[in-house]
DNA sequence: CGTCTATTTGGCTACATTACCAAATAGTCA
DNA sequence: TGACTATTTGGTAATGTAGCCAAATAGACG
């Protein structure tokens, strides 16, 4: 494969990596829904304060969502809401997934 | 985080992991056009066999994509074609990524 | 200024992923 | 059946990722 076509698909790649990761996930649904600031956000996974940072500024350098410090707290926003279209598709196959999974066990597999 | 709620949002972050690699999403984009077999996908990407087919069967255990076994050669097609709704989306990022790059550069950062 | 709070960064360990090689499998065809 | 071809599977070494703790940073406010 030539190297500029690589290069290419290792930029999407990269932004596919910053999304794959149930926490990741999370968040970006959570901030389809408005702003959040690390705090909160950090409430509701229920891990370490650091480990959400982490995972903000993964999205963060991906292009995904931005920052904006107000005061003592950062509050992150998704910059692109294209990703939330992935959702639907990302049910589409879970849903078609769990349809074969029954026709495979009512055949008695 | 409610571990029903959890479960979900690893059930979606395994079909992106399985997005989540530059080789992955050729095969991916190379499949929107129709139906490969393994030997000509190696061709294109250039890897061993064996490391190919080993990120076949990934894509392929996340529901994205179909095999089918016909004589010596076995074929792949895409299962999921929303998922390419993903790759504008990806675009859509990179574009923003390089468009501030060079409001940046022209700020002499 | 000093303290307090929110967030980020560095360090470390455990675990996951990738790629290659070698060997196994499965179908084809003489 | 036996040789041949396409693909998959197992093993292994190198690399990448996730999480926690501790320490650093940065703004707010007395």
């Not at 891990?47 to 509050?75: C, E, F, M, N, P």
Request: net charge positive.
């Amino acid at each position: 494969m030539d190297s500029a076509i690589k290069a290419r698909y290792e930029a999407r790649a990269k932004i596919m990596k910053a999304l794959a990761h149930s926490t990741r996930l999370f968040i970006v649904d959570e901030l389809s829904r408005g702003e959040r600031c690390v705090c909160e956000l950090t409430e509701m996974i229920g891990a370490d304060t650091s480990t959400v940072s982490k995972h903000l500024s993964q999205l963060k350098s991906a292009g995904i969502v931005a920052d904006d410090k107000r005061g003592l707290q950062v509050y992150y926003s998704l910059k692109m809401p294209c990703v939330m279209g992935f959702f639907g598709c990302m049910e589409s196959v879970l849903h078609t997934q769990a349809h074969q999974q029954m026709k495979l066990v009512s055949l008695g597999e």
